[in-house]
């Protein structure tokens, strides 16, 4: 029988209803954990609430002692608030800056008012964290059993106060960014410097293109790297230093779109680098600055390196990666090329940084490069150790034709060796993601002098390398964590199957032996305490909600089997969900080309024998995302439920070029992006038609977001028999009007693959897309700065050249993203009366 359609109000009224009704899908999970040692044995875990379902979020805390033992009745720990979300009305009532807003749009948060952030001093329990643009403090001496009452850091600067971070010598110190360079205060006596001087403040986007501290959109967006400055470790000495990153964008294109912030028709604007156009350009630098008596900061220094990056690696376009070595006397830096096919780790020495000023180098000057920087305060003695020393070392190499996946995974041993470094990174190049341990010499011969060395003081080391784990499965990218005590090494992979993360541990005595530490048939994330004695475990499965586990780590003796994990308690404890339609299906099936393919069907929650359903393919199907996984399906899946309990039946498949398959099986669409994925989602499609009996292949949508509006917009131009409607979010068009970092990656330059990037635009294809009304649906926030809203305006341009129909919905106020509450529900609202009516 077929059911009464509704009107806009009664939609809008399910929407509400469904929000309310499903708002509890999942648990409260937490994120942002860190540890800290308390007296008496205790450890203290840190911890900020998951805030989707609120605008308010506290930090709170939970106390662990030495002596907890394991029981075989659950225990919920206490999670008391150490700081509350609504401690100041006036941090809370001002409006997110347009420089906080966009960290929140690369870094996917949602909206939110409170302690989003927060930062940790260990040894002190200093904690500062951002609010409203401006910087709190307060001490937590682990002792007060009441909710601490933060306070401002009191600066005479206008601007959003971002990305703090506590000096890890001395937490009185703390260096943040305001307007693109780098400050620091003393968070005692308030006296608070600028470090750097790169931006001018000139209000025109175009006299003034240098940056410190802030990496580039690309590198924030594509790479993930949020931090832009690094704080040395501590010394022997009183000197404070600082390396960080300066990057110059006066080559980058400048691009506008109307303010979103004001009324009077402004245009925002803002660098963005399209595929096959200028980047912007990195240089690493050092800022070095010393504390006086009186607490005053006092005699800041700006170093360069003798030859910089650019002039050693000439092929390095993105630093991807920045940090200290444990003793602080290297910094190490992984460099990309263009290509991103080509990868080094570079270690860098403290001495090879030079005050710099406008006075010309010597010619003797290992800097005397007409590209590098001239030297001065520099005594010859120096810059004859310079010359005579290994200052800059390629410690290891990695190389692709298929491109590199960019990673968290590396960690650097204290040295034992003086002229000698360890650590562990990882290569795909057996085609999946592994641990390796090297081991490579730093020092030439006895008396310091190499003849071999390059004049500018950088030299290829040569060394040993080990593998560590093995196998056609993926080591996962977040962290790994070592203990050093028993030389064990831990981390997240995908030995047991690509649907579920699991916890590891494996041996630097015994290479190649690994342990599987956590339970088949769920998937978990994990962080640890920085001496592997703690774990705070997050798991679930496609049927059961996220549990979250304190676990105590103990060792029997020094083996792999030794190693036992004792529960504590739950930060949040295990509970059944509100209903089984909440549960979708994995499927398996083995594609006509022999690859398996897993797949995820929600059914519609009034499920009658016999009866077919319209049906919505949820598809993302680009690289870098998972969307099938043993794992509970909860607020992030929001629209999914809701659509299953309006009577769909909505699947979501991976197809080849997802992640967490192998290199080989991402890299399936290089080059030719658009153009095989859609046939793979299709064959799995069909197969679940066949199989499950309640799909009604005559009624099925297209629907996704990004790329999965990209795939939306192909699927219906190549396959409209198989799609009778296709609803597109924030679509790519034409992959010249995407960034570098991204495009470059998967489809190499434009005009090194001119045929992939035609054959992969929608605009090729418009005369396919259909004639009849109601069967196209785009959506797009015009303020999108990731993809823009020319993509949706030259998709619309090429169909109205040709006679095509469309529907648009626009939302002005919008990015990439939906993130205000009125336009999510509008957005839902008109995305199940869109399908009511014509699907």
Request: net charge negative; with cysteine.
């Amino acid at each position: 029988m077929t059911q009464p359609r509704k009107s806009w109000a009664d939609m809008k009224l399910a929407v509400n209803e469904l929000r309310n009704q499903l708002s509890g899908l999942g648990a409260t999970i937490p994120s942002n954990i860190t540890f800290r040692s308390l007296p008496n044995g205790r450890t203290r875990v840190y911890f900020l609430p998951n805030h989707m379902n609120s605008s308010e979020v506290p930090l709170l805390y939970t106390d662990i002692s030495a002596s907890d033992n394991s029981s075989s009745v659950s225990k919920r720990l206490h999670c008391p608030h150490l700081l509350e979300p609504n401690f100041s009305n006036n941090a809370t009532a001002s409006k997110l800056s347009r420089e906080e807003l966009l960290l929140v749009e690369r870094k996917r948060q949602s909206l939110s008012w409170g302690i989003t952030s927060y930062e940790l001093h260990p040894s002190s329990g200093k904690i500062i964290f951002p609010l409203a643009s401006n910087l709190f403090q307060c001490v937590d001496t682990g002792f007060s059993s009441s909710s601490l009452y933060p306070t401002e850091i009191r600066m005479n600067l206008p601007g959003a106060k971002l990305n703090p971070q506590i000096c890890p010598s001395n937490p009185d110190l703390v260096a943040f960014i305001n307007n693109q360079d780098i400050y620091v205060t003393h968070t005692i006596t308030g006296n608070t410097q600028r470090l750097t001087f790169a931006h001018k403040n000139t209000g025109n986007i175009g006299d003034d293109p240098l940056s410190a501290g802030i990496p580039s959109y690309v590198i924030q967006e594509e790479f993930c790297r949020f931090q832009g400055f690094w704080w040395q470790g501590a010394t022997n000495d009183d000197i404070y230093r600082i390396a960080y990153e300066e990057v110059d964008e006066s080559e980058v294109k400048i691009h506008g779109f109307p303010s979103y912030l004001q009324n009077n028709g402004e245009v925002e604007e803002f660098r963005f680098p399209r595929a096959g156009t200028p980047n912007s350009r990195s240089t690493l630098k050092l800022v070095e600055f010393k504390v006086s008596g009186s607490c005053q900061i006092i005699d800041i220094r700006e170093l360069e390196m003798v030859t910089p990056l650019s002039i050693l690696f000439p092929w390095m376009e993105y630093l991807v990666r920045v940090g200290w070595t444990p003793e602080s006397d290297f910094i190490w830096a992984q460099l990309l090329d263009r290509k991103q096919q080509h990868l080094e780790l570079v270690l860098i020495s403290v001495d090879y940084f030079v005050e710099v000023s406008a006075l010309a180098a010597s010619p003797a000057s290992p800097a005397s490069s007409p590209h590098s920087p001239p030297l001065s305060n520099t005594s010859p003695n120096h810059i004859h150790f310079i010359q005579n020393h290994q200052m800059v070392h390629t410690v290891c190499s990695q190389e692709s034709k298929v491109w590199i996946n960019v990673n968290n995974l590396i960690y650097f041993f204290p040295r034992t060796e003086a002229n000698e470094v360890q650590f562990i990174c990882v290569s795909e190049e057996t085609g999946f993601r592994h641990l390796y341990l090297y081991t490579v010499p730093l020092a030439g011969v006895p008396n310091g002098i190499d003849e071999a060395l390059d004049p500018s003081g950088y030299r290829q080391s040569n060394g040993s390398r080990v593998a560590l784990t093995s196998g056609d499965w993926e080591v996962l990218g977040q962290q790994i964590w070592v203990n050093l005590e028993y030389g064990i090494v831990y981390f997240l992979g995908l030995r047991e199957g690509p649907l579920e993360k699991h916890l590891y541990a494996v041996s630097l005595r015994n290479v190649g032996e690994i342990r599987l530490l956590t339970n088949p048939g769920h998937s978990y994330n994990v962080d640890f305490s920085e001496d592997c004695k703690f774990v705070v475990m997050s798991y679930s499965n496609i049927q059961k909600p996220p549990v979250c586990e304190v676990l105590k780590i103990s060792h029997l003796n020094g083996s792999l089997e030794g190693v036992q994990l004792n529960s504590v308690g739950f930060l949040v404890e295990p509970r059944m969900a509100e209903g089984e339609f909440y549960f979708p299906d994995l499927h398996t099936y083995k594609i006509s080309e022999g690859v398996t393919l897993h797949a995820m069907v929600f059914k519609p929650h009034n499920l009658q024998p016999g009866r077919k359903y319209p049906t919505v393919l949820h598809v993302y199907g680009g690289p870098e995302v998972q969307v099938v996984s043993n794992t509970f399906k909860g607020m992030r899946q929001l629209r999914l439920h809701m659509l299953a309990a309006q009577g769909y039946c909505v699947i979501a498949i991976d197809s080849r070029g997802s992640r967490h398959r192998g290199l080989n099986f991402e890299g399936h669409l290089r080059g030719r992006m658009g153009t095989v994925e859609l046939k793979d989602q299709v064959e799995v499609l069909q197969w679940l038609a066949d199989s499950l009996g309640f799909i009604d292949m005559n009624r099925v949508a297209i629907l996704g977001w990004s790329y999965g509006g990209y795939l939306s917009l192909m699927g219906l131009a190549h396959y409209p028999h198989i799609f009778k409607i296709a609803i597109a979010g924030a679509p790519v068009t034409n992959w010249k009007l995407y960034d570098t970092g991204y495009t470059e990656r998967y489809m190499d330059l434009p005009d090194d693959n001119v045929l992939g990037y035609r054959n992969g635009s929608v605009l090729e294809y418009v005369n396919k897309f259909p004639d009849e009304e109601n069967r196209l649906l785009i959506i797009h926030g015009l303020i999108d700065e990731n993809v823009h809203f020319l993509h949706t305006t030259q998709l619309i341009n090429a169909l109205v050249k040709v006679g095509k129909p469309y529907q648009l919905q626009v939302y002005p106020n919008e990015r990439h993203s939906l993130r205000h509450m009125d336009a999510s529900k509008h957005y839902e609202t008109l995305l199940l009366s869109f399908l009511q009516n014509h699907l």
